[in-house]
């Protein structure tokens, strides 16, 4: 109420011109904060202006609520503490009290500076009085209207900001801080079946993404991050002062994980002694937070061993977020790690964006050839892992996080390391529990349990209502090296139920033309003159035979040396000739 004569100062100035006009004298009006809302002829150039150092008779005017007359300013007790006590300019003075609901609101002044003003006033004192008492009445009403409808509109923007945003959580607060109405999504988010009468304040993190600032909330002792608006009513000593509209962070993770989750089957197929042993590794370290490094070749299904470990964890209600390290640009992949703020980065999303390891809060993030990370990254992963923290690009707040850490490569992480393209102190945090995974063709009782499940959901996929595998084509699936692993497996298998006919029998004549010449032995041709052979350049016949021996033996470290050796060069040469066709 203090400042309701600023909002309708331009009545509060015509009432003060017609007092004068009628009076003859100065009039000023000023607020209860001794802010000067109007005035006429001496006083028209201070209108705005604080005067709560010259104020003295005002000031006990809005204390008492009652109306002053000085005849003889500066020589009454009223005016002891003045300033200009005994040496005045004015000649009279009075002081009228603006009511407004019991409270005063402000006060209207008629001042004298000429011995005829001070002569006029007196001779008809009564007149005067009466007309300050009217316009007071008058101002008071205006303002009293002016208060009610702003509480009436408060009311009304409050509840229709309630319901406008069900589907966000909102709460209404009073000017105390304290909780006036929620919805139900509120009391979801914030877990708290009864939140009305809790005291909440809200602190801006200085953070804005997707087009919404960031709060750090506390409520009932906890601290919880949320991401909305407050809408303030200016309202004073209202039960309806803030509106707050928000998604908590958390909430707002699930809803974005959600909708980008592409998570796999997290089962392990296979019976043989290898993948017997995964799934007993697996049963032991599941509900460790211990960090997991998963070594094998590419497609041997490093993924589904992520995936089955977090299945198994007490965090499988969580989010797993899986980031392929090789498949991001090297530019993006610290903001797709730790997300930006708005303005971050020139190219920014305006809006931000939540990074992986923020997601995946409470849960778990797999990074995927992690090998493929560059150095500087690997410095900033090191302390996320350490610390437990992570900061948005363009932003200076640390958040805390609860993130169990898997890794995979098909890299040799040790060479790596050697070469100085691996840091050392990264692999050993990396490598608290390491996981290596055989590749296909050094586990052979797999694929029948492997081709079976493929037929299965590629039958099921394409409508298919029959399949079968005949021991012919069986014996030829496990015949072949599979260079390319698992995911190998999966695409001839997706390609032969394509080929089969109505009956479903993916027999031989279903595989791909190049793998059955290499599985089954060609029947011997006539004999023909012997056509001239393609010249190939001693590179690229190097490099075949490095790759037909890694094939053969491995891409581990001990595949390698044993590479090199049926090469007849050094394992130092190896890795010089693979890092050159690199």
């Excluded at 109420?1 to 003859?24: F, N, P, W």
């Excluded at 923007?157 to 304290?178: T, Y």
């Excluded at 009391?187 to 009305?196: A, D, G, N, S």
């Excluded at 006919?501 to 089954?520: K, Y």
Aim: proline letters at 4%; aromatic letters at 6%.
């Amino acid at each position: 109420m203090k400042s309701i004569l600023r909002e309708i100062r331009d009545t509060v100035q015509k009432y003060a011109e017609i007092m004068a006009e009628v009076s003859g004298v100065d009039v000023e009006v000023a607020d209860a904060t001794l802010f000067r809302v109007a005035g006429t002829g001496l006083f028209a150039a201070g209108v705005g202006q604080d005067m709560s150092r010259e104020g003295y008779t005002y000031r006990q005017v809005l204390a008492s609520g009652r109306l002053q007359v000085i005849d003889r300013p500066g020589h009454e007790p009223i005016c002891r503490d003045c300033p200009r006590c005994n040496h005045c300019e004015e000649t009279i003075e009075i002081a009228m009290p603006i009511l407004a609901g019991g409270q005063s609101i402000g006060v209207i002044g008629l001042v004298g500076f000429t011995q005829q003003q001070r002569q006029t006033i007196l001779n008809a004192r009564e007149t005067y009085l009466g007309l300050v008492e009217q316009i007071a009445s008058f101002m008071a009403a205006k303002a009293t209207e002016r208060i009610e409808r702003a509480q009436q509109q408060a009311m009304l923007s409050a509840l229709e900001c309630a319901i406008d945003q069900m589907e966000q959580a909102a709460l209404v607060l009073g000017e105390d801080g304290r909780i006036t109405m929620a919805n139900e999504s509120a009391r979801r988010q914030l877990e708290q079946p009864q939140l009305e009468g809790m005291k909440a304040e809200f602190t801006a993190t200085g953070d804005r993404m997707s087009g919404k600032t960031e709060y750090r909330l506390q409520l009932g002792g906890r601290q919880i991050f949320v991401m909305g608006q407050l809408h303030h009513l200016r309202q004073e000593n209202s039960r309806y002062a803030i509106v707050a509209a928000f998604t908590c962070t958390r909430e707002m993770h699930r809803n974005l994980y959600q909708m980008i989750s592409t998570v796999g089957s997290g089962t392990l197929v296979g019976s043989s002694a290898h993948t017997e042993r995964l799934r007993k590794e697996i049963a032991k370290i599941a509900r460790s937070p211990s960090t997991v490094l998963i070594l094998g070749e590419s497609g041997t299904g490093k993924e589904v061993t992520a995936s089955a470990i977090w299945r198994a964890s007490d965090r499988a209600d969580q989010q797993f977020v899986a980031l392929n390290c090789a498949a991001i640009p090297e530019s993006l992949l610290e903001s797709e790690l730790f997300g930006y703020v708005k303005g971050a980065f020139t190219g920014a999303d305006p809006n931000g964006r939540v990074g992986k390891f923020e997601l995946a809060n409470k849960g778990v993030i797999f990074l995927d050839e992690i090998g493929d990370m560059p150095l500087y990254l690997q410095a900033k992963l090191l302390r996320v892992l350490q610390e437990r923290r992570i900061t948005r690009i363009g932003s200076n707040q640390q958040i805390p996080i609860d993130v169990r850490v898997i890794a995979a490569t098909n890299k040799d992480l040790k060479a790596m390391m050697a070469a100085g393209k691996f840091r050392e102190d990264l692999y050993y945090r990396l490598n608290v529990i390491p996981l290596p995974i055989l590749p296909l063709r050094q586990r052979p009782d797999d694929i029948p349990d492997l081709a079976r499940f493929f037929a299965q959901r590629y039958a099921q996929r394409f409508g298919r209502a029959r399949w079968s595998i005949p021991e012919q084509t069986m014996a030829a699936l496990k015949a072949h090296a599979w260079p390319g692993n698992v995911r190998e497996l999966e695409n001839t298998v997706e390609f032969m139920v394509n080929m089969s006919d109505e009956d479903g029998v993916l027999g031989p004549d279903t595989l791909p033309r190049d793998f059955f010449s290499a599985a089954l032995p060609a029947a011997p041709a006539a004999p023909a003159a012997p056509a001239p052979t393609p010249v190939v350049s001693l590179r690229r016949a190097e490099q075949a035979a490095i790759e037909n021996a890694l094939a053969f033996y491995g891409a581990t470290t001990e595949g390698k040396r044993k590479a090199a050796k049926a090469l007849g060069i050094g394992l130092a040469t190896l890795y010089r000739k693979l890092e050159q066709f690199q």
